[in-house]
């Protein structure tokens, strides 16, 4: 009788499970079907849907293929890359590069992919009928942020939020602010120079990455709450290794990703390092907040005050909400602030060492503007920000290297009402994720002339002029209400590490020694020639961390 008894509650229990599991394959299969379909139709009408198209597997063995010969630790951004740059393989009937691509990754996303490579494309999309963020994006930063960011606001709330946030942002606040960056640039510059070798030789191997993150970091939380984290004298600091545990957890959302969501390891290093943040961000905040604070300007005293403007109340006191998303504001902040600016400048630095006659012209444009003693430099900067803007040649250096090493992206929502027109087609969007990346635009040869040239000319040339950009073409930071906040904190860290850098110290990017180090004895992995790549996944890093020698000029 007890055996029975135990065989009916095992069955019980099975057959729940079991018609679970039949349910859930019959939708998956469903889905799968509805999407093949859907691509046979656009195919069949005329719509950009790349070769090979496989019924069975979608666009899976495309995506493999293009994988082919790129290091297995490289980025996704060649894939993007060299489907872009030899459409004409993949749409052996069109005439020219299409405005956009539709691709079919099902099982591993459930919506098709539409991949933008348009600038006028993208400024319908971003610009002229803003559409909303895809929930990917915000899903994918939920373990950083907590879901009460910029990116994950709806536009009601995002456009509340922004008008908060701009003052702390905008040109004539950060150039105030500039004898920070300053002092914190100085800081990176002198821990350069503690590197270089004796007599005029190149020193001892090291990371530059981990360099810039640092100084990146100290900036950012300086600009955004007076936060002095010092991580480069005192690195690595809790909040910072707190920070980098909760983005190893950003990822998009896949089957995989999905599950780890629900394991106790997962929420237990959320919930650890998530507590880290807010007990270093917490007293800062509630500090600011008080009737007696001193009056600074930093992005979140001028926030508060926009608060209190609102309800046209100076005494007023922020609730526990207006706290918590200030919070999640601040950590945002510090993801994208720290590693998207900290490789950028990685970027730009390796390609004007690649270039004796660049770096000359920096050289001579620096001694024109900031005047010929080195040494004063920071102190000119420092009393005389507008200066930065004098820099003409530099900015359009940096703006040359974020064209060939774009960071950043966006996904939009795809809906029956809204479609991307180009040359009188229409192109649906219903049901779909609408990828834009800066990766596509920047590098199609028909919109940049000698398109794998370092050539910051391109931004120096009047309007008509061959090399001058196409409207719209240039937007690592994209454009429209929801563009990056940060591009002209970005732009003026980069400036100033160039200002400061350029004529004290040479660079040397070593591969090889670093691979010797490391005693590896295989062939260096490379991309296009180049053995300095961008690796990982989301933002990525460079390749190593660019193992780097420096030199006193």
């Not at 020193?203 to 600009?223: H, K, Q, W, Y």
Request: aromatic share 10%.
């Amino acid at each position: 009788m007890q055996l029975y008894s135990s065989s009916s509650a095992v069955n019980l229990v099975c057959l729940p499970a079991t018609l679970f599991l039949v349910i859930c394959l019959i939708q998956l299969t469903y889905r799968g079907l509805s999407v093949r379909l859907k691509f046979r139709a656009m195919k069949s009408h005329g719509l950009p849907v790349p070769e090979p198209y496989s019924f069975l597997y979608g666009h899976i063995p495309l995506l493999m293929s293009l994988k082919e010969g790129l290091p297995q630790d490289a980025h996704d951004t060649y894939v993007h890359r060299k489907l872009t740059m030899n459409w004409s393989k993949y749409f052996p009937n069109q005439k020219s590069c299409p405005p956009v691509f539709y691709l079919d990754l099902w099982p591993f996303t459930s919506q098709p992919f539409i991949y933008v490579t348009s600038p006028e494309a993208c400024f319908q999309l971003t610009q002229q009928t803003a559409q909303p963020r895809h929930s990917m994006f915000s899903w994918a930063i939920f373990p950083v942020t907590g879901g009460k960011d910029l990116i994950s606001m709806d536009i009601p709330t995002h456009r509340t939020w922004r008008s908060r946030l701009n003052p702390g942002f905008s040109p004539k606040n950060l150039l105030s602010q500039t004898p920070i960056l300053v002092e914190e640039v100085g800081i990176f510059v002198q821990q350069l120079k503690e590197h270089a070798g004796k007599d005029g030789t190149f020193g001892d191997l090291f990371n530059l990455f981990d360099r810039t993150v640092a100084l990146t970091f100290d900036i950012i939380t300086r600009i955004s709450l007076d936060l002095h984290v010092r991580e480069q004298t005192r690195g690595p600091t809790p909040i910072l290794k707190a920070l980098r545990a909760l983005i190893s957890h950003v990822k998009g959302p896949t089957i995989w990703s999905e599950l780890e969501r629900w394991t106790p390891s997962y929420r237990r290093d959320v919930d650890r390092n998530s507590k880290t943040l807010r007990d270093s961000l917490l007293p800062q905040i509630q500090s600011r907040l008080q009737p007696d604070a001193s009056s600074e300007k930093t992005v979140i005293d001028l926030a508060v005050k926009e608060y209190k403007n609102e309800y046209g109340n100076e005494n007023m006191l922020p609730g526990p909400d207006f706290i918590d998303t200030v919070i999640s504001q601040l950590k945002l902040f510090m993801f994208a602030g720290h590693d998207t600016t900290a490789q950028a400048i990685c970027w730009v630095l390796y390609e004007i060492t690649k270039s004796p006659e660049i770096l000359r012209q920096i050289r001579a444009e620096l001694d024109e503007v900031l005047g010929s003693d080195v040494q004063l430099a920071a102190q000119v900067l420092s009393l005389e920000p507008h200066k930065l803007n004098s820099l003409r040649y530099t900015t359009a250096v940096i703006k040359e290297s974020l064209r060939l090493h774009p960071l950043g992206s966006t996904h939009r929502r795809g809906s029956r009402g809204f479609g991307i027109i180009c040359d009188g087609v229409t192109y649906p969007t219903d049901d779909s994720v609408i990828w834009t990346s800066p990766t596509a635009i920047h590098l199609r040869s028909d919109l940049w002339p000698q398109v794998m040239e370092f050539l910051p000319e391109r931004f120096l040339v009047a309007e008509g002029h061959p090399l001058h950009p196409v409207k719209n073409a240039w937007r690592p930071f994209e454009l429209g209400n929801t563009r990056c906040i940060g591009e002209e904190l970005a732009m003026i860290e980069m400036k100033l590490v160039l200002a400061l850098t350029m004529r004290e110290v040479d660079f040397h990017f070593d591969w090889k020694g670093w691979n010797t180090l490391q005693g590896r004895t295989a062939p260096p992995d490379s991309v296009g020639g180049e053995y300095i790549y961008r690796v990982g996944n989301g933002i990525g890093s460079v390749k190593d961390g660019l193992p780097t020698r420096i030199k006193l000029n």
